[in-house]
Nanobody
Framework: QVQLVESGGGSVQAGGSLTLSCAAS?????????MGWFRQAPGKEREGVAS????????AYADSVKGRFSISQDNAKKTLDLQMNSLKPEDTAMYYC????????????????????WGQGTQVTVSS
C-alpha cells in the first residue's frame, strides 16, 4: 500500500517561510493519485489546506492559505511539496500529507474523508 512520510516542519517567526515535503512509496508509478495537505491544531478539526491531482495537474487551496501556500509535485525527488510563505500564527498546526487513488473521483479535493492514505504528520509552529 501507499506509504507517506512528511518532513520539513519546524518553528518560524510570523512572516517566515517553510517548505514541507511528502515522500511516497509503495505506489504504482504512472497511476493517477489525488494528493492533499491537511492540518490540525489542538482542539480543532483537521482541515484541508491544499490539494493536487497527480495525473491531472489541477490544484485547490483553502481560502485561508490562498496566495501564500503552493502545492507542487517534484518528479525528480518523487515528493509532494507544500511551500508556505508569509506564515501566520494561525498556521500553527500538525500538517499531514494524504493520498488516494483517483478512481474516477473528483480531484483536487479538500475533504479528509475522501483520502485513504495518511502520513504521521510534521509540526509547524509560527510565533508572533
Amino acid at each position: 500500500q501507499v506509504q507517506l512520510v512528511e518532513s520539513g516542519g519546524g518553528s518560524v517567526q510570523a512572516g517566515g517561510s517553510l517548505t514541507l515535503s511528502c515522500a511516497a512509496s509503495g505506489y504504482t508509478q504512472g497511476d493517477r493519485y489525488c494528493m492533499g495537505w491537511f492540518r490540525q491544531a489542538p482542539g480543532k478539526e483537521r482541515e484541508g489546506v491544499a490539494s493536487l491531482y497527480i495525473g491531472g495537474g489541477g490544484t485547490a487551496y483553502a481560502d485561508s492559505v490562498k496566495g501564500r501556500f503552493s502545492i507542487s509535485q517534484d518528479n525528480a525527488k518523487k515528493t509532494l511539496d507544500l511551500q508556505m510563505n508569509s506564515l501566520k500564527p494561525e498556521d500553527t498546526a500538525m500538517y499531514y500529507c494524504a493520498a488516494d487513488s483517483w478512481g474516477g473521483k473528483t480531484c483536487p479535493r479538500l475533504r479528509q474523508t475522501e483520502y485513504n492514505y495518511w502520513g504521521q504528520g510534521t509540526q509547524v509552529t509560527v510565533s508572533s
